[in-house]
């Protein structure tokens, strides 16, 4: 499997940056890689300082001005250039950069809701395989609203003459800021037979004025991280105000909420469930997002394996919790079990399907647990000492921590 290293090209406007792009606008600084600081060359052994400096020297690892280089990226400068005098040689063991203004700031792009982009640039090289996807990060201020990753319009062949890449973006309603990347697959292959590719004339464009349309946006970057019983959604949100979200398992609507997170209950470990998302404001709803078919974990040990200990996951190994603490188990066979609570000697009983501490730092949290009246847990978390007490009911004891 390809690893994937991204080369990220981030354009964001800043607060200082106020003017609008017209249309044919150039709106990324330096993209050809013509404009460096001074060149300040060591003296050798045989030379002195004050010398005058050979004016055919130049520094090939000398950084461009507006552009940040991941430590991680292998790159130097040539002037195998496609216009002017430099370009950018990069290899494929992979990394980033990002584009700066002249206060090296990366938010330094306006854009225009509804208006079309033209993003391109030069490149040429002898890399083996397809490389070279674009993403554009769509914001609302400082919020990421969407991204939209041109993974099929990808450098599909390269050569050792230029050519132009050329990708038409649309900014969605709503936004006014834009971040734009190109990333770089990790190519083993062509980078052991020194391959590598070089990048000239990047550009971002306007290249039509912007007509928002009313449509609602669905959100966007679903993220689904399954558990055994319960299922984590996660989403960018929209750029209009006052919505909600409706959150939908197997194509029905099992809640509505303002948060741009949501944690799916009450289902079966090892079972599959198709889950999406929605915008509603008002009586308007937009389109789910594409749906995300996942499946939960499975148990890691059998019902009736003498090993089996039900445990809270958000309890980390270290005995660290959120303070508000919810009660989601792995390897609880019965959800329906008599769980019973204690914390720092006290009965307490859960609130919503959580336990709130009462203070941040150290305290007992004692469970009771019993599935079946043959199989049961009592269940200490506090400071460093595991106990068993007989065939199926366990004293299980461990630091707990409440941070926040």
């Known amino acids: 499997m390809t690893n994937k290293i991204y080369l990220f090209l981030f354009c964001l406007l800043s607060f200082s940056y106020t003017a609008k792009g017209q249309v044919g606008q150039e709106l990324i600084l330096n993209g050809g890689f013509e404009d460096y600081p001074p060149e300040t060359k060591q003296p050798s052994d045989d030379e002195e300082e004050g010398e005058e400096q050979d004016p055919n020297y130049y520094d090939p690892y000398l950084k461009p001005r507006y552009w940040y280089f991941n430590s991680s990226l292998a790159y130097s400068r040539t002037k195998d250039a496609h216009n002017g005098t430099y370009a950018i ?33 030069w490149y040429k090289g002898s890399l083996k395989r397809p490389n070279i996807t674009v993403t554009v990060d769509w914001y609302r201020d400082l919020t990421s609203i969407k991204k939209d990753t041109r993974e ?48 000239d004339d990047v550009s971002f464009k306007m290249t039509k004025k912007g007509t928002v349309t009313p449509t609602l946006e669905a959100p966007s970057n679903l993220v689904v991280r399954p558990q055994q019983r319960e299922v984590e959604l996660s989403w960018k949100p929209v750029a209009d105000a006052d919505v909600r979200y409706q959150v939908l398992k197997n194509g029905q609507v099992i809640a ?35 749906p995300i078919t996942e499946q939960t974990q499975r148990m890691n040990m059998g019902v009736e394996e003498e090993g089996r200990i039900p445990y809270l996951y958000k309890v980390s190994e270290a005995g660290t919790c959120p303070r508000s603490l919810p009660l989601y188990y792995h390897d609880l066979a019965n959800p329906n079990a008599a769980i019973t609570y204690q914390v720092d000697g006290t009965p307490v009983t859960p609130v919503e399907g959580k336990i709130v501490f009462p203070s941040k730092g150290q305290h007992l949290l004692q469970i009771e647990i019993v599935e079946t009246p043959e199989r049961k847990w009592e269940i200490e978390l506090r400071r460093y000492e595991t106990k068993v007490i007989s065939y199926l009911t366990l004293r299980l004891q461990h630091s707990l921590c409440c941070l926040r």
């Open 256 to 290: 509505t909420t303002t948060s741009t997170s949501f944690v799916v209950e009450a289902l079966e470990p090892g079972s599959s469930y198709q889950f999406s998302v929605k915008t509603v404001k008002g009586s308007e709803q937009s389109k789910p997002t594409d």
């Open 152 to 199: 099929k319009e990808k450098v599909r062949k390269f050569t050792n003459q230029w050519q132009m890449m050329t990708i038409t973006v649309k900014a969605p309603a709503g936004v006014n800021r834009a971040g734009v990347g190109l990333y770089i697959e990790n190519d083993y292959e062509s980078a052991e037979s020194g391959g590598f590719v070089l990048i």
């Open 89 to 121: 040689k990069l290899y494929p063991n992979g990394g980033s950069f990002f584009s700066r203004d002249k206060e090296f700031n990366p938010y330094h792009i306006v854009v225009e809701p509804g208006a079309e982009y033209q993003l391109t640039y």
